[in-house]
Each structure stands twice: as C-alpha cells, then as structure tokens.
C-alpha cells in the first residue's frame, strides 16, 4: 500500500455519500473510491491531541492520474482551514458550519523540489495511498475546545484564560464541536469535483526549473470533466 503517513489501527462507523456500485455518470471522469477513517471511535476534551484521521483513496481508472490538491479535500492540512471537511451533527441531523481561511499568496509552482511539490498527488491503478493529519488546528498539535469556548473566538493561553487574539468561531476538525454528539465526518463534494487533474504522473507534468511556463495553471489541466469521487465517511463520538 502507497503511503503519505503511517497509519494506526482506525474505527468509526462507516456509510458512504454516493452509493458504491452505481454507473459512473457520463459526464465524469475516472471513478476515485475514498475511504475516511480515524484512529480511534471518540474524542473527549480532557485529552491533549484529537484524533488523527486518514483519508484512502483508490483510482480506478486503467492509467495514472495527477490530481492538483492545493486547498482542497485531498490536502489533508489545507482542507481544515478550506472547508473540505464535511461535519454532519448526527444528534440533530445538522452540516457543522467549518472553517475558511481565505490565503493570498504568490502563484503556484510545477518545479520539482519545490514547496508546491507536495500539491501534485499521483493515483496509480487500484493502488491505495493514504494521507493522514491530526483532526484539529495546527497539525493537530493544538489541544481542542469545544463548541462553548471556540464559538467566542478568542485564543486561549495554557491556564485557559482568553487572550486578546482572535481564532476561527468555526469548527476545526473536532476543535469546535459538542460534548454528547456524534458526528459524521466526510469531505466536500463540490470542491472534491473542482479539482484540477490529468491522466499522468506528477513527473510528466513538473519542471526542472522556474521559469516561463512553470506555473501550475501554464499546465493544460483537465478542469472541465469532474472525477467521479465516491466518498465512504466515518463517525466520531465527542465525549465529555
């Protein structure tokens, strides 16, 4: 199994957001299977770090594909502060209102050994890869709150005390979400079907060098014909 992060024994309840062995509509490209799993069932607020969650996805297309994952499902960190993950409340039957953080920043490279590098991600035929990530701020390396304090926001010093320093009122990953509920945790499918992508390898479509026509949008992506994502979420417990 291709892996992007080692993986831990995962749980959660699992149902799928399209149904798993329906004809690909004609208007779409390639199906792409995606599993969502964490590495444990709950999370309580007495604990340091949330779970980490993962992501598996499996082409089943007959060739290669190149999927550009800048801020969108399929970028693990990007997604937590892009709204790429869906949060269902499954106490009240509710979407979870996430995160987004709108970024200007230079444009995107296609140079290989570059920062943007990590954007390109290759799916080889019926080959798993994984792409895990702490299911909370900061990489997961933040402690999270609940509902109740992350609704304020305002950041908070190690004693707990606000500070004078403004956060997102939104949930991030299970930072912001409910003591007693349970939530199911997918991706965005609108911006799971704006990605760009192509039917190569990462290595026909990076350069050497920076330059002209090394850009990510110099690139002839397809943009036009989604791929077909089915998506298979996981559930997750938020305790006391």
């Not at 990953?173 to 939530?183: C, K």
Request: hydrophobic share 30%.
């Amino acid at each position: 199994m291709a892996s992007q992060a080692e993986g831990e024994e995962r749980s959660g309840l699992e149902t799928a957001t399209t149904p798993p062995n329906s004809a690909a509509r004609s208007d779409n490209g390639p199906r792409i299977d995606i599993q969502i799993s964490f590495d444990r069932s709950t999370h309580s607020y007495s604990q340091p770090e949330p779970p980490k969650i993962t992501i598996t996805a499996i082409s089943r297309a007959k060739h290669p594909i190149t999927v550009f994952t800048w801020r969108r499902p399929l970028d693990p960190h990007g997604a937590l502060s892009s709204s790429g993950y869906s949060i269902t409340d499954l106490s009240t039957g509710n979407h979870v209102k996430t995160t987004h953080v709108m970024i200007n920043r230079t444009a995107l490279l296609r140079v290989r050994g570059s920062s943007d590098e990590k954007y390109f991600l290759t799916l080889l035929p019926n080959t798993p890869v994984e792409l895990s990530i702490g299911f909370g701020r900061g990489r997961g390396g933040v402690k999270p709150d609940p509902r109740s304090v992350v609704e304020r926001g305002w950041e908070r010093d190690e004693q707990g005390n606000e500070r004078k320093i403004r956060r997102s009122s939104k949930a991030t990953g299970v930072d912001g979400l409910e003591p007693g509920h349970t939530y199911s945790v997918g991706l965005n499918m609108e911006s799971l079907r704006a990605c760009w992508w192509a039917p190569v390898t990462k290595d026909e479509i990076l350069v050497n060098q920076r330059g002209e026509g090394s850009y990510v949008q110099d690139y002839p992506w397809n943009k036009d014909t989604p791929l077909d994502f089915r998506v298979s979420e996981a559930t997750i417990e938020v305790l006391e």
